[in-house]
């Protein structure tokens, strides 16, 4: 993929959306790809980490970590890039997130790429069995409803619900080109 040129690609959507294995299925794609997953920057904080627990509530404490993840994966990516590298970031990237993301990358060219299965497939076929943490039954909906709201008409969306991770690359890799 080496037409393609050099910037920061980042793959949002819902919880369980897929934003992890196509990141990574993508960014394989480049001759030299980086996938930065904002979950495993999440993990990094092995005391004192603090989540959102419940929809549409989001703590001090919780809010400043998410900032902070998000802050650390645009660090990353563009260290990655100067060094040659296409970085895929995935997080979920709803509402104030989104404005984080486009200062902390202010001047650096970047592509945004929204997985947007339905909250129903989702809730159905991918949560279960999950070998990360899960937020339960409310969330996919919430999430959804949320990201539909304050990302309508921002970045490339894409309808995965009847595709496998490997359509949904060549989706994207079809609108990357074009």
């Known amino acids: 993929m080496s037409e393609t040129p050099p910037r920061i690609i980042v793959v949002t959507g819902i919880q369980a959306a897929g934003k992890s294995t196509v990141a990574r299925l993508f960014a394989q794609r480049f001759e030299r790809g980086v996938h930065i997953e904002a979950d495993v920057l999440q993990e990094m904080i092995v ?28 660090l990353l990516a563009k260290s990655f890039l ?8 995935d997080d979920i990237i709803i509402g104030d997130r989104f404005d984080q993301l486009k200062s902390d990358l202010s001047g ?6 929204v997985l947007a299965p339905s909250p129903e497939v989702v809730a159905a076929t991918r949560n279960p069995g999950r070998g ?3 937020l339960g039954e409310k969330w ?4 959804d409803d949320a990201l539909r709201e304050t990302m309508a008409g921002e970045g490339i ?6 595709q496998t ?7 994207v890799l079809h609108h990357l080109k074009g």
């Open 47 to 74: 005391s004192g980490g603090e989540r959102i627990t419940e929809p549409g509530v989001i703590g001090e404490e919780a809010g400043r970590q998410l900032q902070l993840r998000l802050h650390n994966a645009c």
């Open 82 to 89: 100067m060094a040659g590298f296409i970085p895929v970031i």
């Open 108 to 113: 650096v060219p970047f592509e945004l790429f």
């Open 132 to 134: 990360k943490r899960v």
């Open 140 to 143: 996919p909906r919430y999430l």
């Open 157 to 162: 969306w894409v309808d995965s619900s009847d």
């Open 165 to 171: 991770p490997e359509e949904t690359v060549e989706e």
